[in-house]
């Protein structure tokens, strides 16, 4: 590897289903994963967030969606677009539901990562699956997001989000 580049762990990118992990409990990873990879304490937060993002997705909610998000947050879709929080994030989701993502819905999401960087903050990496009835995305997109939640008086919101897909559309 060249001059500068980082190296992840080698469970760094194991894969835990958010899905599994009831309320309360203890998110545990699966085997073969890194522990290291998944704080407990950092599940914890990060999945009832992602659970409220993807329902907002799937009601096609563009305000629901960008109120878990800092209205300063940084925004980077699966086109390489950067865009701000606030207005224009409910803007560019609410034309999004009513185009290219119109009646899709989140079928699975993965929990890859969730670990604290300092009380206020935590890294999460997730993959999901979103089904897509038509169009040029259908039948479904892959996705990999990188997510920096931050604490926002006793609530916690994306500061940033990193979009990708994995794979093309359809």
């Known amino acids: 590897m060249g001059r500068g580049a980082l190296r992840a762990p080698v469970g760094f990118f194991a894969l835990v289903a958010l899905a599994s992990v009831p309320p309360g409990a203890q998110a545990q ?45 940084d925004v980077i879709n699966i086109f390489g677009q950067r865009y701000r929080g606030g207005p224009d994030l409910v803007q560019r989701m609410q034309l999004i539901f009513d185009g290219i993502f119109k009646g899709s819905r989140h079928v699975s999401r993965t929990l890859e990562v969730a670990r604290h960087l300092d009380a206020d903050a935590v890294l999460v990496v997730t993959s999901s699956v979103v089904a897509v009835p038509g169009g040029p995305m259908a039948p479904e997109t892959r996705n990999r997001q990188t997510f920096l939640l931050v604490r926002d008086g006793e609530a916690w919101r994306i500061r940033h989000w990193h979009n990708t897909t994995i794979g093309g559309p359809g």
């Open 29 to 73: 990873p699966a085997a073969g994963v890194e522990a290291s990879s998944i704080e407990p304490a950092a599940a914890q937060i990060a999945g009832p967030l992602m659970d409220r993002l993807d329902t907002a997705w799937t009601a096609g909610d563009g305000a629901g969606f960008a109120a878990e998000f800092t209205p300063d947050a």
